[in-house]
């Protein structure tokens, strides 16, 4: 390749550049400068859910049901009628 080869090259190689540049410069125009937020100034997501070390507390239960069940709703839950339960059927 020879020296006036070389040149050639160059040339294209900066009219291509040439034009990218002024792309970039018309882009910069369109979008308005200043208007872009660095990642200094978005703020940081909120965190969401339950925080670290907190667990369900057990509901206390009261004194008349040990077992926190009223006896009807044992019953319904079991799927029987009252009068099923009590010897009347």
């Known amino acids: ?21 002024a792309s970039l410069e018309r882009l910069e125009l369109s979008r308005g400068s200043g208007s872009s937020r660095t990642p200094l100034d978005v703020p940081a997501p909120k965190k969401r859910g339950r925080p670290r070390g907190s667990k369900n507390k057990p509901k206390p239960r009261s004194a008349a049901s040990p077992s926190g069940d009223a006896p009807a709703e044992r019953v319904m839950a079991a799927g029987l009628a009252a009068s099923e339960v009590n010897g009347q059927a």
Not at 1 to 21: C, K, P, W
């Open 1 to 21: 390749m020879n020296v006036s080869d070389v040149l050639a090259a160059l040339r294209r190689e900066r009219e291509q550049i040439e034009q990218v540049i």
